[in-house]
């Protein structure tokens, strides 16, 4: 069984969100409104062929990414386990790759970790969701 992971988010960490979703729904991007108290920091849309396009604001970039270094733009890779999480975080930075988020348990409910790629780029790993995982978030 291939084990491999698969692209399936690009998130985008956003100046003005307000301005940033205007501007994606302009272009025809389904993004709906989410918890008023949390619209200001996170949006999400889901694209054709299953693609999630996140935006994030810097403030909220900072509670999931404790290596945030400025970036705009983070890779993320869907894993088959939370222990894939773990496994592909050991090997990429055994292989002289920086880690940038150690794995850990999201509040959102999935197991996230996060590594540069050669150019510094901040490439995600993340497990499914399980609804049993989820917390209430530190933020905002």
Excluded: C, K
Excluded at 42 to 63: I, K, N, Q, Y
Excluded at 105 to 127: C, K, L, N, Q, T
């Amino acid at each position: 069984m291939d084990d491999s992971p698969i692209v399936d988010q690009l998130n985008l960490v956003v100046s003005d969100m307000q301005a940033t979703v205007t501007f994606y729904r302009r272009l025809g991007v389904d993004i709906p409104d989410t918890d008023p108290a949390f619209q200001a920091h996170h949006r999400s849309a889901r694209l054709p062929g299953g693609v999630d396009l996140d935006f994030d604001s810097a403030e909220f970039a900072r509670h999931w990414d404790r290596g945030w270094n400025g970036e705009h733009a983070v890779v993320g890779f869907r894993v088959s386990s939370r222990e894939r999480v773990d496994e592909l975080y050991a090997q990429m930075t055994a292989a002289g790759y920086l880690g940038q988020q150690p794995p850990f348990d999201a509040f959102w409910g999935a197991r996230y970790a996060i590594v540069e790629d050669p150019d510094g780029r901040p490439v995600g790993f993340m497990s499914p969701v399980d609804a049993d995982r989820r917390s209430p978030p530190d933020f905002p």
